[in-house]
């Protein structure tokens, strides 16, 4: 049986801004049971963030969640 792309994507995945605090996407993922959230900037991608990336930008930077943004962790290439 051939599998198509569309068989294993998500219809409708929980996204993130740029913008936003760490802490809405760790919530994000937790809430969403996922590893990964798409970054999005006007409905257009513009990264990824794992939740590796959040630990090391907290671990890193010292800081709360609350206090980073997505953007200072997320990797630009999608």
């Not at 257009?44 to 943004?69: F, H, K, N, W």
């Amino acid at each position: 049986a051939r599998m198509l792309v569309d068989d294993l994507m998500t219809p409708d995945p929980a996204v993130c801004s740029p913008d936003d605090a760490l802490e809405h996407a760790a919530r994000l993922l937790w809430d969403h049971d996922v590893g990964v959230v798409p970054v999005v900037r006007d409905g257009v991608p513009v990264g990824m963030l794992t939740d590796r990336d959040i630990c090391m930008a907290a671990y890193t930077q010292g800081r709360p969640l609350r206090e980073l943004s997505v953007a200072s962790a997320m990797s630009k290439e999608v």
